[in-house]
């Protein structure tokens, strides 16, 4: 299988030991970061050294996906992407080389880099604790360890154990604290959850905010974008959801002066205005050019990190094999359920062809409404394809 350079590392070196590049030289980045974030950097990049850079997007754990299934012929050099959680995964999963760089290591310290050079930190985030200040006196709070205590019973919010921001910080207390006194602390936490776990870290910050608890953990960012809010709240909401989908520009252009793949957009941005918890998608990439795939793929992966629940229907196997975490082929039936290395396999797809033949495919809705049912209160994969087939 072919290695990776995580993170800082490739695009650390390039920049630093390629003073003329050769012609035609490039750089593949495999990014779970946004692209309109990033992007400013990579184009002083390649302005600065000559050496193109293309981008691949898509959702963290689909790209690991993705590299560990085209193994030696992946043509990724980079991948870039977020939490310290996925890092070590990647380099479990053997997708990562190491490298020594003394500029890197003079500029990231060690605590921020992998032991044996396999990734390098680029940038940190906080995730403090959240409280209302009407109900909660500062000299209350003083570390994560004492929200399990009893004075905090009924009063704390926090997003689920499955999200990747949670399992790293627990990472951290089992490293300074052991997995033992972990797990009790663990323990105590759950028996003050105010609400089940439930939506993102915003989420988590309104509830705050309305008086379902008194104090949550979220992320620093999440904080300063809803303080710096203007809130004249649904003008606010339609400008950010036109923005998430590259419509902010063209939002004095009428409905009817809009091409196929704008007016779709405008759909789109008109759902997520009102901030949906589910999400129902049918042929989002249909009618999109490159640019408008890419940052709808950018849009789906934060509203994911955020805690919306996204399903959608599709025919196109790129996307799906890049934007989803869990894939299941209908034709009249369930024919597969998965992660999409185990769905998206030659067997399964010649059977779902092969029926299509014989069957009158199932309505679009009627699938949704199918799937979104059968998932309801299922507790796994294997209970999921054991209902389905039941």
């Not at 992407?81 to 080389?97: E, P």
């Not at 419509?247 to 004095?252: A, I, N, S, T, V």
């Not at 979104?372 to 999921?384: A, H, P």
Request: overall charge neutral; aromatic content about 6%.
């Amino acid at each position: 299988m072919m290695k990776l350079v995580s993170g800082a590392v490739a695009l650390g070196l390039v920049a630093a030991l390629t003073s003329t590049p050769a012609p035609g030289a490039e750089v593949n980045i495999y990014s779970a970061r946004q692209e309109v974030l990033i992007k400013p950097l990579l184009d002083a990049f390649e302005a600065e050294t000559g050496i193109e850079v293309n981008i691949v997007s898509g959702k963290a754990d689909a790209l690991l996906q993705r590299l560990e299934r085209e193994g030696i012929n992946s043509p990724a050099d980079v991948l870039l992407t977020v939490d310290a959680g996925r890092l070590v995964r990647a380099k479990d999963k053997g997708l990562l080389q190491p490298v020594r760089s003394a500029a890197l290591e003079a500029a990231i310290p060690s605590r921020y880099r992998d032991a044996d050079g396999a990734w390098y930190g680029l940038s940190l985030r906080a995730r403090p604790i959240i409280y209302a200040t009407d109900r909660v006196a500062p000299g209350e709070l003083s570390t994560y360890a004492a929200l399990a205590g009893p004075a905090w019973r009924g009063r704390v919010c926090v997003r689920s154990s499955n999200n990747i921001y949670n399992q790293s910080m627990l990472a951290a207390f089992v490293d300074h604290i052991g997995e033992a006194e972990t797990e009790a602390w663990a323990k105590g936490l759950v028996a003050n959850f105010a609400r089940k776990p439930q939506g993102g870290d915003r989420d988590q910050i309104r509830a705050v905010a309305a008086g379902e608890c008194d104090v949550a953990l979220a992320n620093t960012y999440y904080l300063a974008r809803l303080v710096t809010s203007s809130n004249a709240e649904d003008r606010e909401a339609a400008a950010a959801a036109l923005e998430r989908v590259g419509m902010y520009p063209l939002r004095r252009t009428l409905i009817g002066e809009l091409s196929g793949g704008q007016r779709r957009r405008v759909l789109l941005a008109r759902a997520l205005a009102h901030g949906p918890s589910l999400l129902l998608l049918d042929e989002p990439m249909a009618g999109l050019d490159a640019r408008a795939q890419h940052r709808l793929l950018d849009t789906m992966d934060q509203l994911q990190s955020e805690g919306t629940t996204i399903v959608l229907s599709t025919h196109d196997l790129s996307c799906v094999s890049v934007c989803a975490g869990q894939v299941a082929c209908l034709n009249r039936k369930l024919i597969a359920f998965g992660e999409p290395s185990q769905v998206l396999t030659e067997e399964v797809l010649n059977k779902v062809w092969l029926l299509r033949k014989v069957l009158s495919p199932m309505n679009t809705v009627e699938a949704m409404e199918f799937l979104l049912d059968k998932m309801s209160g299922t507790k796994s994969n294997k209970e999921f394809f054991n209902m389905m087939n039941g």
